[in-house]
Every structure is written in structure tokens, then in C-alpha cells.
Nanobody, 125 residues
Framework: QVQLAESGGGSVQPGGSLRLSCVVS????????MAWFRQAPGEEREGVAV???????SYADSVEDRFTISRDNDKNIVYLQMNSLKPEDTAMYYC???????????????????WGQGTQVTVSS
């Protein structure tokens, strides 16, 4: 069973930075898509960033040029470097992955089978 464990969340002032990590265990094959989602109170879960097995990323418009997703395939870890944080970035952040070879809409939660428990990010002055 694939398990994901996020870490790195916390409270930060606007303009600050955080780095989230997600360790994936219980799977020995390739994980073609590894992604970060977030959900604010009262809002739907939204895709933030995804990285494919070849390292190519995609981002939501709201985080483009501020967030960077990366992965270490040897260690099965995916990272999300978040810079220039804004109050609207406040949310629970979730790591997700799938064993599917292809996902039609990589920033849509329907494409993912395995989820972590989440790590809270709060941006406030």
C-alpha cells in the first residue's frame, strides 16, 4: 500500500518562504505523477503543482513563478518550495500520487489514488 507523509508546514509572514516535503513509501515501481494540492476552509481542493517522472512540472496560475516543485526519484520524495507567500496561500497542503501511466488533467484530484494526511500552511502578519 502506497503511503505518503507530508512535512514542512507552519506559520509564516507574507513574503516569507516554506519548503514542504512528502515521502512516499510502500511502492517499488515508477510513480509517473507526484502532485501537491491544497484546500482552504470552505473551499474546494485545488491542484497547486505536479511533477512528472521526467521532472517536468506544471503549476496552477495562482502559484506560477512563486512555487517550485521537484522530486528525488531515488528517495521517493517530492518537494514544494514556496516563495513570496501570500495570505491567500493559507490552506492545508496535501501530497498525492498515482500509479497510472497517464493522467488527463494532472492538476485535477480525480487523477490521483493515494493521498497524504496534509500539512497546514498559514500565511499571516
Amino acid at each position: 500500500q502506497v503511503q505518503l507523509a507530508e512535512s514542512g508546514g507552519g506559520s509564516v509572514q507574507p513574503g516569507g518562504s516554506l519548503r514542504l516535503s512528502c515521502v512516499v513509501s510502500g511502492h517499488t515501481g515508477s510513480l509517473y505523477y507526484m502532485a501537491w494540492f491544497r484546500q482552504a476552509p470552505g473551499e474546494e481542493r485545488e491542484g497547486v503543482a505536479v511533477v512528472r517522472d521526467d521532472g517536468s512540472p506544471s503549476y496552477a496560475d495562482s502559484v506560477e513563478d512563486r512555487f517550485t516543485i521537484s522530486r528525488d526519484n531515488d528517495k521517493n520524495i517530492v518537494y514544494l518550495q514556496m516563495n513570496s507567500l501570500k495570505p491567500e496561500d493559507t490552506a492545508m497542503y496535501y501530497c498525492a500520487t498515482t500509479t497510472r501511466v497517464w493522467v488527463m488533467r494532472p492538476l485535477n484530484e480525480d487523477g490521483y489514488d493515494f493521498w497524504g494526511q496534509g500539512t497546514q500552511v498559514t500565511v499571516s502578519s
